[in-house]
């Protein structure tokens, strides 16, 4: 059986600003392309997710603006399910991405974020659905605790590994650069039956008190990283939604994280082109 997924989180507005460079302070420069495209880390992850076989549903927040509109336009298009929005008094999320000749973005948040406002008092999450709090805040530790009450398979994302409120989730999912150096996340495995952390080139570690496990980055020719990270995120949801094992999961998340760097989006790329690059034989 396919788990159900729910994610949790921002969708916003990116504007992404192409340079030759990185630029230096007190200098003038031109872009080499300027563009404007839907982001926002739960909202590409949730888009990115809906192109496999998993219902995927999306729990988010947009201000009553033409930023707004626009954004749930694309939700109310694409292939996600369900999206429970709440509406918020203030700009819908926006952010000024700038990528340099490395193809690595800096990412500038242009508007208040409201994310730690964000409930799910009113998502209707059940046995055996995963949960996925893709950018944790401790103001969600009420949700948290009734998705695990209802028997939902729960995620969190690496913040979660330093707030010692969340006593118990199933899975930490996110990136190194979202938790203090020097953590070993293995002092964590009390609170946490697994945890995945993905640390750029240097690849994808998974940690649980059975084993520990390491996925390579894949090589290939980057033109834009912005989605990597939610890209492999993407695919370890799918794994984990199809009950695949975890070095599965880890090869298919990195796998996606790949193909989405080859590409200028911030959302991952359709899984049916994940699947026609890696030659994926598994029915996702």
Same mark, same amino acid.
């Given at each position: ?5 729910w ?5 916003a ?11 230096t ?9 300027t563009?404007?495209?839907t982001g926002?880390t739960?909202a ?12 995927? #549903? ?10 707004g509109?626009?954004?749930?336009k694309?939700?109310?298009e694409?292939q996600?399910?369900?999206s ?40 209707p999450?059940?046995e ?6 893709i ?16 028997g939902?398979l729960?995620?969190v994302?690496a ?8 006593l118990?989730? #199933?899975?930490?999912?996110g990136?190194i ?6 953590? #070993? ?20 570690h998974y940690f649980?008190?059975q ?15 912005t989605?990597?990270?939610d890209?492999f ?7 984990l ?6 070095d ?7 796998q996606?994280a ?23 034989e598994?029915p996702?």
């Amino acid at each position: 059986m396919v788990k159900r997924v729910w994610v949790q989180g921002p969708i916003a507005i990116d504007t992404v600003v192409y340079l030759e460079k990185f630029p230096t302070p007190g200098t003038f420069m031109n872009s080499t392309k300027t563009v404007e495209r839907t982001g926002g880390t739960s909202a590409n992850v949730a888009l990115g997710l809906s192109t496999t076989k998993v219902e995927t #549903n999306f729990v988010g927040y947009l201000g009553d603006d033409e930023n707004g509109k626009k954004l749930r336009k694309v939700l109310e298009e694409s292939q996600i399910r369900k999206s429970i929005i709440t509406e918020i008094d203030g700009p819908t999320s926006h952010a000024l991405i700038l990528v340099d000749d490395k193809a690595e973005r800096t990412i500038i948040s242009m508007t208040t974020p409201y994310l730690r406002e964000l409930r799910m008092d009113n998502v209707p999450f059940s046995e055996p659905d995963i949960v996925a709090f893709i950018l944790w805040r401790e103001e969600f530790i009420g949700d948290l605790q009734r998705a695990e009450k209802s028997g939902c398979l729960t995620v969190v994302g690496a913040a979660a590994l330093v707030d010692a409120n969340v006593l118990h989730a #199933n899975l930490v999912l996110g990136s190194i650069s979202d938790s203090p150096s020097g953590i #070993n996340p293995e002092d964590h495995l009390d609170r946490f039956d697994e945890i995945v952390l993905t640390d750029g080139l240097n690849g994808a570690h998974y940690f649980s008190k059975q084993k520990k496990l390491h996925q390579s980055a894949f090589s290939v020719q980057a033109v834009d990283v912005t989605g990597a990270g939610d890209a492999f995120i993407c695919g370890y949801l799918t794994g984990l939604a199809n009950q695949l094992d975890p070095d599965t999961c880890l090869l298919l998340a990195s796998q996606w994280a790949a193909s989405s760097v080859q590409v200028n989006s911030s959302i991952p790329p359709a899984f049916e082109l994940v699947r026609k690059e890696w030659g994926i034989e598994l029915p996702l």
